[in-house]
């Protein structure tokens, strides 16, 4: 005889974007910031994050958008940590090349 579930399953989780609670923000994802720096990402996992396709994902990492993956049981993936990490990076490289810019600019 089987028994009856004591714990309420649990709702599939919708994609973390902010365009499905916020449509006047497009553009805006949240889904990384909200996820355990140590939660491991395939492809298809990120590409549902950040609403695009996984053949995206595939090409943003080979042109560098997306720091290298590891392969964990045969499947390539990432940590949130390390690509928040890399964005910051990029970020802060992005910044800095813009101001010396704007400092080349100013003394010319």
């Not at 950040?50 to 964990?72: Q, V």
Request: include cysteine; aromatic fraction near 6%.
């Amino acid at each position: 005889m089987l028994q009856a579930e004591t714990e309420p399953r649990q709702k599939e989780v919708e994609p973390f974007t902010l365009k499905a609670t916020f449509p006047e923000l497009p553009g805006v994802c949240v889904g990384l910031a909200l996820l355990p720096r140590d939660a491991h990402l395939d492809a298809m996992a990120l590409a549902k994050i950040l609403g695009r396709h996984r053949r995206s994902i595939d090409r943003g990492a080979a042109r560098g958008d997306l720091p290298p993956a590891i392969l964990f049981f045969g499947k390539r993936v990432w940590t949130v940590g390390k690509i928040l990490d890399y964005l910051d990076a990029k970020q802060t490289e992005a910044c800095q090349k813009a101001a010396r810019h704007a400092q080349r600019v100013l003394h010319n």
